[in-house]
């Protein structure tokens, strides 16, 4: 990244395969409002995956 722009958060709607199984999940990245490139910083990561288990298991996710 070239580290002059601006993180802008993106969500979007993705398929990914999980332990055999695949999953529909929102994920979560940012693109550098200058160069463009696309990252996930490491809060997003860990939303991703907790994206991806409450998916997976959708009866424990509804129990918090």
């Not at 695949?22 to 160069?35: G, H, K, R, W």
């Not at 991806?52 to 918090?64: C, F, H, K, V, Y």
Request: glycine share 4%.
């Amino acid at each position: 990244m070239c580290e002059e722009g601006q993180l802008i958060p993106n969500v979007c709607t993705e398929q990914t395969l999980y332990k055999g199984k695949t999953l529909t999940v929102d994920y979560e990245s940012s693109t550098c409002s200058t160069c463009g490139s696309e990252i996930v910083t490491p809060i997003q990561a860990h939303s991703n995956q907790a994206h991806i288990l409450d998916e997976q298991n959708p009866r424990l996710a509804n129990q918090s």
